[in-house]
């Protein structure tokens, strides 16, 4: 375990919080503490990026891992498949405290709680490629809109589903 402690983590890692999810709180319908790490240890091996992207993640509506406000934020949800509840989440982006403070926006679309660090790597991907330098990824979420995200959430979900 001190090996994962570090006065340096890598990008993701750092700006990635969760509530304590369904192992420690009987309110959450998801595990997040565990998902979190995954997702953000496969953001760290997979993109490499500049820019300070907050990621958190809630296993119910209480939002004790304050959702709304990250740039990109994951609320816990369960859907029905043919093999039965699995875990899933919703997902808000462009959220920011400070001058200008402002919760994100839902983006329609459950994302299997198994599909989600590469549906957030593909999310964040899309910021990458079409950002101006030095934007934020909130400032980026203003520019080109949510509709712009949702379309791309649209296809990613497509594009999984196939």
């Known amino acids: 375990m001190f090996e ?3 006065p340096n983590p890598k990008p993701f890692m750092s700006r990635t919080v969760s509530c304590t999810g369904n192992e420690f709180c009987n309110l959450a319908v998801v595990e997040t503490k565990e998902r979190a790490r995954r997702v953000a240890e496969y953001l760290d091996e997979n993109i490499e990026i500049d820019e ?3 990621i958190h993640m809630i ?3 209480n939002a004790c891992g304050q959702k709304h406000i990250a740039d990109i934020g994951l609320q816990g949800a369960l859907v029905k498949t043919p093999d039965g509840m699995v875990d899933a989440f919703d997902i808000a982006v462009g959220g920011i405290l400070g001058p200008g403070a402002t919760f994100n926006t839902p983006l329609k679309g459950r994302v299997k709680g198994d599909e989600v660090a590469g549906v957030v790597a593909q999310l964040v991907l899309f910021y990458k490629e ?3 330098a030095g934007e934020s990824f ?4 203003n520019r080109v809109g949510v509709p712009a995200f949702q379309e791309k959430l649209t296809e990613i979900l497509t594009a ?3």
């Not at 909130?138 to 979420?141: I, P, T």
Request: aromatic share 6%; proline share 5%.
């Open 59 to 61: 296993g119910c509506p």
């Open 160 to 162: 999984v589903a196939s």
């Open 130 to 132: 079409r950002r101006q």
């Open 52 to 54: 300070k992207i907050r």
């Open 4 to 6: 994962r402690l570090t």
């Open 138 to 141: 909130h400032a980026f979420v």
